[in-house]
């Protein structure tokens, strides 16, 4: 079972990376996934959401921050030299490579962890902005097989760790709420 896993991980991979391969998705994808060209964007919009987002939005401001470091620690730090997994670009013949590959552990995507992550807590405060955001982080973690620097179950992994440490930041920030109704953050959720 798992070597028939490990071969459509491969197959589903080589699909993506080799068969839908053209020019316009090779410069798409490309600009999709290269981080430096989302940093300032990404920091622009967290910076308005911290001064204009009034108390709600100063609040996701700040699990953002928080949420962040837990899963790019946990993804990068803990789970990939545990799995210790090759990349596809290190390992495979003929793949498209349009980026810089990596010696860096492949499971799980730091990529779809972290984008994973902020879409579900963005989505916790936010629910109208959810098929936004979530279409974000499929996006970047699709084009990080297109680009030949992980597998599907690198992106699924990613996902799914990104998902629970959300799930344990908004369970965490509820519980000390219900404790201290400090944060008001049940009320403002509410009040969508």
Same mark, same amino acid.
């Given at each position: 079972?798992?070597?028939?896993?490990?071969? *459509?991980? &491969? !197959?589903?991979? =080589?699909? $993506?990376?080799? /068969?839908?391969?053209?020019?316009?998705?090779?410069?798409?994808?490309?600009?999709?996934?290269?981080?430096?060209?989302?940093?300032?964007?990404?920091?622009?919009?967290?910076?308005?959401? !911290? %001064?204009?987002?009034?108390?709600? +939005?100063?609040?996701?401001?700040?699990?953002?921050?928080? *949420?962040?470091? $837990?899963?790019?620690?946990?993804?990068?730090? *803990?789970? /990939? #030299?545990?799995? +210790?997994?090759?990349? #596809?670009?290190?390992?495979?013949?003929?793949?498209?490579?349009?980026?810089?590959?990596? /010696?860096? +552990?492949?499971?799980?995507?730091?990529?779809?962890?972290?984008?994973?992550?902020?879409?579900?807590? $963005?989505? =916790?405060? =936010?629910? /109208?902005?959810?098929?936004?955001?979530?279409? %974000?982080?499929?996006?970047?973690?699709?084009?990080?097989?297109? &680009? +030949?620097?992980?597998? #599907?179950?690198?992106?699924?992994?990613?996902? *799914?760790?990104? %998902? !629970?440490?959300?799930?344990?930041? $908004?369970?965490?920030?509820?519980?000390?709420?219900?404790?201290?109704?400090?944060?008001?953050?049940?009320?403002?959720?509410?009040?969508?």
């Amino acid at each position: 079972m798992v070597e028939f896993l490990l071969n *459509l991980d &491969v !197959f589903i991979f =080589y699909f $993506i990376n080799l /068969k839908l391969q053209n020019s316009f998705f090779d410069f798409i994808m490309v600009g999709i996934t290269t981080r430096d060209y989302w940093l300032i964007p990404m920091w622009v919009a967290w910076l308005l959401l !911290f %001064i204009f987002g009034k108390r709600k +939005g100063r609040i996701l401001a700040l699990f953002l921050l928080i *949420l962040i470091a $837990i899963s790019d620690q946990t993804s990068s730090h *803990l789970i /990939k #030299p545990l799995v +210790g997994r090759v990349r #596809p670009c290190n390992v495979l013949p003929d793949v498209h490579l349009l980026v810089y590959c990596s /010696k860096a +552990g492949s499971f799980p995507s730091s990529h779809a962890t972290n984008l994973f992550a902020v879409a579900t807590l $963005i989505s =916790y405060f =936010y629910r /109208k902005a959810k098929v936004v955001f979530f279409s %974000i982080a499929f996006l970047v973690s699709f084009s990080r097989i297109y &680009v +030949g620097v992980h597998y #599907p179950s690198d992106i699924i992994g990613g996902a *799914l760790l990104g %998902i !629970f440490c959300a799930w344990i930041i $908004i369970n965490l920030f509820k519980f000390i709420d219900s404790k201290t109704a400090w944060l008001g953050t049940e009320r403002l959720i509410k009040g969508q």
